[in-house]
């Protein structure tokens, strides 16, 4: 008989300090297989703060992170990466001058350890084509695989970051403020985009858009100074009055 599943990501007793100042104090918060958890929260609550300690690019103060059952509280991020993690950024990361299927072939590139040679074009390698055009079909931008990065509207870019993620054939996926400065009709195609995803990744979501959030989420954590003052379903977070009066205030109406 098979037990319960064991969380993709799992974080426990997480603090990080600067100095005096506690930016994430003693969170613990798991993202399920195939589960999309928001963690959401006013500005300076310490989301990006925490989204760096996961990805391995803020090394925690205390505490343990676990990906996949593995302790990569001490990884690199390439390590975490090889451990089945990857991430899409607040700020978008691609390389404009570079198309489409080229700034995807080269995140494949990564992932299978190759020497990174910007100037090789690696979309010419077709080692590297398959799973960059199946990232790019997935993530519905097949039609403009070639055109050069720099010429995609703001939501095409998130989604060109999101095509990048699954490159790499994570196991869970951060994101980072997908929805930051993309209009409602980009949003409501990304919110159709991540709803296609679910349930094939762990995602966890860092989101200010509460349509978004509450769209998509089966999950919803809430930081408010660094703790988590709630966990629960979209309705449970919705009526919490904590959460009310820390954060959603009308927006829960």
Known sequence: MTGPAAPMIALSGLRKSFGALRVTDDVSLDVMPGELHA????????????????????????????????????????ARSRAGLARTFQITSIIPSLDVLGNVALAAQARARRPLRLFDRA????????????????????????????????????????????????????????MAGVGRDESDRLIELLRSLKGRYAILLVEHDMDAVFALADRVSVLVYGRLIATGTPAEVRRDPAVRAAYLGDEAA
């Open 123 to 178: 979309a010419q390698d077709e080692a590297l084509n398959g799973p960059a055009r199946a990232a790019v079909a997935a993530v519905g931008l097949a039609a403009r695989a070639r055109v050069p990065a720099g010429r995609l509207s703001h939501g095409e870019k998130r989604a060109l970051e999101l095509a990048m993620a699954l490159a790499l054939q994570p196991k869970a996926i951060l994101l980072d403020e997908p």
């Open 39 to 78: 963690l959401i929260g006013p500005n300076g609550a310490g989301k990006t703060t925490l989204i760096h300690q996961i990805a391995g690019t803020l090394r925690p103060s205390e505490g343990r992170i676990r990906i996949d059952g593995a302790d990569v509280t001490r990884a690199t991020p390439q």
